[in-house]
Every structure is written in structure tokens, then in C-alpha cells.
């Protein structure tokens, strides 16, 4: 049998370079694209490409700003499967950089699907929409709740979403959007709140600093791990039709309730440690985002297992880790239990 192919766009990002492994560790010919830097930017990638299954993983410099890159990119690897993961993510940042957040995360969208189509190939098509597209909906929130987003990165997001619709039911397009809530892990961005949290938790038992500087504690979130998220989008994929699918755990949590779980388990007092910033708030903000992901559930067989109160143990034991501190080990031993997949290669 020929090997599949599948190309990922965002592939240094969190969920590309655990979808990367995935995916390898299924046999596939994996292709990435990266943003041409004057600074090494594979650092979660890196242990992919030198090792075994390296020779398996193409990476093509691109951006997804470019249609005739894009164009290129898409005739030239001939995927099976594309995942489009590439986005500026940061929704903070998106009010600042409301204009380029757009042209990447909505028409970057738009360039792949039409470099798809005009192409002639039958790849299938994954599209990392985001809980963040509900906004100020009222929770829970599944895939037949109104959207009303509330910032940049989450009306870039919409643009996208319904594009994906649109090319699927105007081109019969195997295209998929995937509304994915919340999802860390140790490779988590250090500008994203939980990871902020962890790796602050690590400098401060480091003796590297003293306070950690935190906006909105109220805001409620789903928060899943992410390797069990990048599992349901490969998983999409493989169903005859293509479809939309809230993915999430089911259960919200306030940012404070992270906070506190992760001070807790680290040891620490919260309120010696954490300043409230309003400089960290954004503009405006959902209060809550809950996923009612019994559609995927249903429908793929997917139900996660590592929720917030392990999450946290994960995360802050890899951040310890990191820096040079003995981890308290109870993060290792629920991923040894509920998680002890083979293809995740390392954290």
C-alpha cells in the first residue's frame, strides 16, 4: 500500500508536533511547513527530526500570508490529509495585531482551500477552529449554538470556519472543521496563561522571581490535554463524511481554579506569589466557554481522560523538570496510567 501523506501547516506549534508524532507513529509521510526565521524556531520538533522517524518528516518553508507558496506547496507534496493548524493564536495579542491576525488565521484558510480545490486532489481537510468563536454565548456550547466572538483572533477564526462550509457544501470538499476548547500541555506557548502558570511556579521555586503577574482569575475555560485533542482530529478524518465536532472535556474551571490547583500541588501560597495585572486583561473576554462534546463522542468514540486536575500535575511536573528541580512525580504517574501511548515520543 501506497504511504499516506499528510501535510500540517503549523507543525512547530503545540498540537502540530504532537499531530507530527501521531501521525508518524501511523506511517505516515509527513510534511510541515515553517516560517522562515533568522532564529531556530523547531524547538518542539527538534526531537523528531533526529530521531527515528525523521526521515519521514518534510518541511518546506512557507507562509500561509503567501497564496503562490501555499499554491506551491499544495501541487508540489500531493497530501492525503492537510491540517491546517497555522494561526496567530494568541487572542491577546490578536487586538493588537488585528489586521495581520486576519490574513493569516482567516485567509490563510481561504488560500489553502482554494490551492486544494484548484488542484484537483482529494485531500482531506482539517480546520483548527476554536472555542473562542462562541464568545459571549451562553454555556455549555455545542456545534448547533450561535457564535458571537469577541475578539480579532476568534472573528478571524469565524471567517474560517464558514469558509470551510462553504468550500464543503459549494465544492463537495472533504473539509472538516474541528471547534476544539481549551487544550495544554508542556508544549504550551509561555505567553498562554496556563503555561504561564507552570513555568512561573518552577522560576519561583527556582528562586528566579518572586511574584507572577495574572489578568482576568474569573474567566472560565475547558481545558483538556492536548495530545488526546490532536487524536480526535486525525480521527475525523478518517469518517466517510465530513462534518463539524466540538471537541472538549465537558467540565469548566475559572482561571483561579488553575491558579489554585497548581499553587497547591507545587506547594506555594497563591496569595504571596500572584499579582492581579490589569494590563494582562484583554478588551473584552468570554466568561465562559463549556464544551457539550457528546457529538464526538458519539460519532468518533472520543472521550478524554486527562482533565484539569491532572492536567495541572502534568504541566507543573514538566516545568519543574525543565528547570532543574525535582518533580513532585504524581504528573508522570497519571500519564504512565491514562495516557501511555506509544507515539508520545517526549515532553
Request: proline content about 4%; glycine content about 8%; aromatic content about 10%.
Amino acid at each position: 500500500m501506497a504511504i499516506k501523506k499528510a501535510l500540517i501547516t503549523g507543525i512547530t506549534g503545540q498540537d502540530g508536533s504532537y499531530l507530527a508524532e501521531l501521525l508518524l507513529s501511523k506511517g505516515y509521510e509527513v510534511h510541515g511547513i515553517i516560517r522562515r526565521s533568522s532564529t531556530p524556531n523547531t524547538s518542539r520538533i527538534d526531537h523528531i527530526i533526529g530521531g527515528q522517524h525523521g526521515s519521514r518528516l518534510i518541511l518546506h518553508y512557507g507562509d500561509l500570508s503567501d497564496s503562490e507558496q501555499v499554491s506551491n506547496l499544495i501541487y508540489n507534496i500531493k497530501a492525503d490529509e492537510v491540517y491546517n493548524l497555522g494561526a496567530q493564536s494568541h487572542v491577546r495579542v490578536s487586538f493588537e495585531l488585528a489586521e495581520y491576525s486576519s490574513n493569516v488565521t482567516a485567509l490563510g484558510t481561504t488560500r489553502l482551500l482554494d490551492a486544494v480545490r484548484r488542484s484537483g486532489c482529494s485531500a482531506r481537510f482539517y480546520q483548527a477552529s476554536s472555542s473562542e468563536m462562541f464568545g459571549a454565548a451562553p454555556a455549555p456550547q455545542n456545534e448547533q449554538t450561535p457564535f458571537q466572538p469577541r475578539s480579532p483572533y476568534a472573528c478571524a477564526k469565524l471567517y474560517a470556519y464558514w469558509m470551510v462550509r462553504n468550500y464543503r457544501e459549494g465544492y463537495n470538499m472533504l473539509a472538516w472543521n474541528g471547534i476544539l476548547f481549551n487544550h495544554e500541555s508542556p508544549r504550551r506557548g509561555d505567553a498562554f496563561v496556563t503555561r504561564k502558570v507552570t513555568k512561573g511556579i518552577a522560576a519561583i521555586l527556582a528562586g528566579k522571581q518572586r511574584q507572577l503577574s495574572l489578568g482576568n482569575l474569573e474567566a472560565k475555560r475547558d481545558w483538556g490535554y492536548a495530545p488526546e485533542y490532536v487524536e480526535c482530529m486525525w480521527r475525523m478524518l478518517q469518517q466517510g463524511q465530513a462534518d463539524d465536532f466540538v471537541v472538549g472535556t465537558g467540565q469548566a474551571y475559572s482561571v483561579k481554579d488553575f491558579v489554585e490547583e497548581a499553587f497547591r500541588y507545587a506547594g506555594l501560597s497563591l496569595e504571596e506569589h500572584v499579582v492581579v495585572d490589569p494590563g494582562c486583561f484583554r478588551p473584552t473576554d468570554p466568561m465562559e466557554l463549556l464544551a457539550d462534546a457528546s457529538k464526538a463522542g458519539r460519532e468518533l468514540g472520543w472521550s478524554p481522560q486527562i482533565k484539569l486536575h491532572d492536567l495541572v500535575k502534568i504541566m507543573v511536573d514538566a516545568d519543574m523538570r525543565a528547570a532543574g528541580l525535582e518533580p513532585r512525580g504524581e504528573g508522570d504517574r497519571i500519564l504512565a496510567t491514562k495516557f501511555p501511548h506509544r507515539w508520545r515520543m517526549v515532553d
